[in-house]
């Protein structure tokens, strides 16, 4: 067929195939005014369109014909496999969904054999219905900013949108204000000889900022505590770290700043870095963007270039290797960014955000060794939508609530 | 399964478009299950011959796949099924014209004007009775045997009979049914506009 046939051919195509979907509502006098106007410009356009909308409406109702349909699928499966071998289409060792490295994933590429095409057969012949729900992970809203402060009176403030404004504690060289998920020190410069500490903490599912005094920008991820002093005097600036936090440290090269987390101690002059040390995953990994930062641990001592990720793992071992450092701020961004991670990490990401907990139910079998890398945009994804990406990767999540409310996502493969 | 009918948003689709062309099989199954059996029916209507048509939708979808780059909606990929078919059944037809089985087959001897008409009709319908069948599927089990057996044509007595219910309960179900689809397609609304007007009664 000559190619502008095949083009005016293809623009009617998508038409009908628009008002095709549009039907069924027609049929319940459900169409919206635009689907009404639709319609109604597309049946002016010809005597076709008008005897194909009136066959299926006015006339036919579909009956025999969708058992036709239905004939046919009993074949469905069955033609599906000799499509996959007819189309070499080999089942992938290393499920991606966004692909930035190919090398070192090699390893993780599992052999095509007859196992694993049992094993994915077993995955296909499975009835493609979404997986059962309990309950409505669609109800499952993304973390949010939230936190708790934790005055140096051991006061507490829940910090969020319905606690704005001024916090006041003595003694006052500092003036705190909370408001947009952000909680601001500003000296007052009449400097007291006492120090106070403050700690913020933040759940599952909560995600806080906080600006220092001394002008230091601090995102606190999710699962995650920061304890730091309301004014920095003496020779360093030092803080306390457990989870996940994104710096951008205020410069000041006779004050610098350092970060206590773990067993680590990571000096700084003048950077940004991302830290990473929630005692469920196996290390913890520094990860350098700017500047210049000096990591050390119990006899160990490296230093970071930009670009550059420190890891340290339970062992003691302090290695360093390079990265691309966005990957791993990402999150301060509302995306879940993740490098060769296992299914178990996936799911305590989604744990940590989702504020759910997750359990296995694998009958016996075990989770797969291949890893993920993608990116999963955590602010405006709910869970429901979240496990749908997991389910086309393999992943089969479920919500549940067992006794005592708590939310557990169930994850079978 | 139905990724795209349990909500017709656009994000859904591009997704699973996006998967499909960077070479997930299983973004490829879906799309494969979605409109495998209307294709194969579309194809029958035309061939006449269920072997027939199942070869010739295999063969399309081997082609998608190594197509698989230059889509990037929903609807073209379906277009492409669609027409690929259509041109491998016109090739089936024209092959076999000498068959006594075929003779009276006039499609291929129609004008292009005409073909384009009569095929654009036969893939509507297709599509229609394809997003009914794909809505039934995701009913509860009682629901769709109920709602399957009405469509044939059976009698409420005779679905009591067969499912071993009362003929108060065959009622209360397809009512329930028709319910649900009903609800369905009302959440699925989004893609237009805001305001509703009715129009028309229900036919179901």
Known sequence: ME???????????????????????????????DETAFIADWLRESDANRRMFESMTIRESPKGRIEVIRSFEVNRQRAFQEIVERAGIQI????????????GLLSLILVIGLGIYMCYRQVSSRPTVLPVVSLSPSKILPGRSTATLLLSNGQTVGLDSAHEGHISQQPGDV????GN???????????????????IVTNRGGQYKLILSDGTKVWLDASSSLHYPTTFSGKTREVTLAGQAYFEVAENKSQPFEVIVGGEKVRVLGTRFNIMAYPDEKSIETTLLQGAVAVSSGNADRTLHPGEQARLSGDGSLSVASVDADDYVAWKNGLIRLHHADVAMVMRQISRWYDVDVRYDLRGKVLPSWTLAGTIPRNTLTLEQVFKILWINGINCRLQSDAGSKMTVVVSL | MSLASTATSISDELYLVTEFRRGKPRAFEIIFNKHYGALCYFAYEFVDDRDASEDIVSDVFIKLWTMRDNFHHLRAIKAFLYVSVRNACLNYLRRDKMMEHHKNNLVPDLLLEEQNDYVMTRIFEVEVIREIYESIEELPPQCKRVLRMTLQGMTTEDIALTMGLSKQTVRNTRVRATEMLRKRLMENAAAFGAATIILGAAIY
């Open chain 1, 3 to 33: 190619r502008h046939e095949y083009d005016s051919f293809d623009s009617r195509l998508e038409n009908v195939f628009r008002v095709a979907e549009l039907i069924p509502r027609f049929k319940e006098g459900l169409l919206t005014f």
């Open chain 1, 181 to 199: 998920g952000q909680l601001s020190y500003i000296s007052n410069g009449n400097a007291s000889g006492e120090i106070l500490y403050n700690t």
């Open chain 1, 175 to 178: 003036t705190l204000t909370n």
């Open chain 1, 92 to 103: 992938p060792g290393v499920r991606r969904f966004r692909s930035r490295r190919v090398a």
